[in-house]
Nanobody, 124 residues
Framework: QVQLVESGGRLVQAGGSLRLSCAAS????????VGWFRQVLGREREFVAA????????YYADSVKGRFTISRDNTENSVFLQMNYLKPEDTAVYYC?????????????????WGQGTQVTVSS
C-alpha cells in the first residue's frame, strides 16, 4: 500500500511556472506507475500525465504536451510535475495517483491510490 501527498500548488500568473511534488510513503514506490490528474469544480477529473515505474516512459494529455513534464525520483519516493507556460485554463486541483502496474494509464479508475490534491490557480 502507498500513501500520496501532493504539494506545490499556489497562485501564479499566466505564462509562469510551477513544480508540483507528490511524496509517497512505503518502500516499494518503485513498483508503482504514477499519474497526475486535475479537476475543476463541477467538472470531470481529467488526465494530465503519467509515468512508468522506472520513469522510462511518459505520456501526456494533448492540452499540456510541450508545456508540462512529469518525472520521478525513486530514491526520494517522489514524482514531480513541472508546469511551464501556464494558462488560466490550467487552474484546477491537481491530484497524483498510483497503480501497481508496468503500463501507462490515462483512466482514473485504473489507479487505486490517490492523494488529497493541491490547488493551482493561474491568473490572467
Amino acid at each position: 500500500q502507498v500513501q500520496l501527498v501532493e504539494s506545490g500548488g499556489r497562485l501564479v500568473q499566466a505564462g509562469g511556472s510551477l513544480r508540483l511534488s507528490c511524496a509517497a510513503s512505503g518502500r516499494t514506490f518503485s513498483s508503482y506507475g504514477v499519474g497526475w490528474f486535475r479537476q475543476v469544480l463541477g467538472r470531470e477529473r481529467e488526465f494530465v500525465a503519467a509515468i512508468t515505474q522506472s520513469g522510462g516512459s511518459t505520456y501526456y494529455a494533448d492540452s499540456v504536451k510541450g508545456r508540462f513534464t512529469i518525472s520521478r525520483d525513486n530514491t526520494e519516493n517522489s514524482v514531480f510535475l513541472q508546469m511551464n507556460y501556464l494558462k488560466p485554463e490550467d487552474t484546477a486541483v491537481y491530484y497524483c495517483a498510483a497503480r501497481q502496474a508496468k503500463t501507462l494509464a490515462t483512466t482514473q479508475g485504473l489507479y487505486g491510490y490517490w492523494g488529497q490534491g493541491t490547488q493551482v490557480t493561474v491568473s490572467s
